[in-house]
């Protein structure tokens, strides 16, 4: 059997009681999500959220913790997913920059906004929301890099 789990990271960011989500195409489907991606080869963690928060949203991001290691198969593709979201600060926005292909806009939302939306990525959205908001933190050492 040939399986593998995509390593996904997610950023949590809050501003006045809104959290930046980003508005995008998967799969034929227009969803919202977390800025969020795929790990890859050679950086760490922290690196990929960060990269993958300024790629999507045009922010560069600082993480100051971790909120949760989720595990998801999605229904639609059965793959599986392990995303480790981190919360932590937003910095220089940069409003010029060309985001991502398939993203179509970034949105602040309070996290009722969020629970009313019918096309959430994945349930991982709102349960992160609510982790951060539950005051679920763990220290980025949490995760050792050899």
Known sequence: MDWTPHVTVAAIIE??????LIEENSDGATVFNQPAGHWDEGETLIDAVARETLEESAWHFEPQAIVGIYQYTSPTNQTTYLRVCYCGKHHSHIPDRALDTGILR????????????RNLRSP?????????????RYPLSLITEY
């Open 15 to 20: 501003s006045e009681q809104r959290f930046l």
């Open 106 to 117: 970034t949105v602040w939302l309070t996290r009722d906004e969020v629970a009313n939306l």
């Open 124 to 136: 991982m959205v709102l349960r992160g929301i609510d982790d951060y908001l539950g005051g679920i």
